[in-house]
């Protein structure tokens, strides 16, 4: 029997959106497709999924609770709501920096205007207060998006943030990351470098999952 089985899970997938006004937003090219594969694959396992999915277009998998979100905002406290748990797989791609206000009204180009400044401020960051969490899931794992310097910037999360695995992918290449259906994973703990794919998502999940389980059981 699996480990995960009759244990809860909690996964973020997808983007966020983070408003400046009623018809304008700030977001980024997650599809969700990760983080679904890897609630669905915990399902498979016999585990008490919550999906907490950003403003994703993907049909929802049998068997789990799914709560959509819009704002990192939002994530932040549905994710906190959902806790305690004892996996927590982080795959959603959080804005890290969200408009200071939101304007009301449709922001109009002003005459003579060549350049808008916008103010951003930092978004709390989910992972990090999973981790800090008093009820400590027992495996929390953090994704990290890299274009460059995959394994410092990886390693660098696992310790900044407190958590037991860090999964990175590579974003700006074909055929791994955002948007597409397959990716490929190197995931780190404080040792090892678990490399997984090239494949589907599906699979690069199910792999995922297998390095989770072996922490819980
Ligand atoms: O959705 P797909 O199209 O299938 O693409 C999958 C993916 C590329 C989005 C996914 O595999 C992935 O890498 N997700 C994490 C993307 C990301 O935002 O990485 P990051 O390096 O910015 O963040 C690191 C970690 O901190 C992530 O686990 C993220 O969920 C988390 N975070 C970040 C900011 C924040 N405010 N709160 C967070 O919890």
Avoid: W
């Avoid at 809860?8 to 990760?34: H, Y």
């Avoid at 310790?159 to 948007?179: P, Q, T, W």
């Amino acid at each position: 029997m699996s480990a995960l089985a009759g244990r809860r899970v909690v996964v973020t997938a997808g983007p966020t959106f983070e408003d400046i006004d009623p018809v304008r937003f700030l977001g980024n090219r997650s599809s969700g497709k990760m983080g679904f594969a890897v609630a669905a694959d915990a399902v498979a396992r016999g585990a008490d999924v919550v999906l907490v999915a950003g403003p994703v277009t993907l049909p929802t998998p049998e068997g789990l609770e799914r709560i959509d979100v819009r704002s990192a905002a939002q994530m932040h406290a549905a994710v906190m709501s959902a806790l305690p748990c004892d996996a927590y797989l982080g795959a959603a791609a959080v804005a890290d920096y969200t408009p200071a206000s939101v304007s009301a009204r449709k922001l109009k180009k002003q005459p003579g205007q060549d350049a808008l400044v916008l103010q951003l401020v930092r978004t709390r960051d989910i992972l990090a207060d999973v981790a800090a969490h008093a009820q400590r899931p027992q495996v929390v794992v953090g994704f990290a998006a890299e274009t460059d310097d995959l394994e410092a910037y990886a390693r660098a999360k696992l310790a900044a943030k407190n958590v037991d695995l860090i999964a990175a992918n590579r974003v700006g290449v074909h055929g791994s990351g955002f948007e597409s259906d397959d990716n490929t994973l190197i995931v780190f703990d404080a040792r090892n470098a678990t490399p997984l794919g090239p494949a589907s998502k599906a699979d690069v999940a199910r792999g995922l999952l297998d390095l989770v389980e072996a922490r819980l059981s």
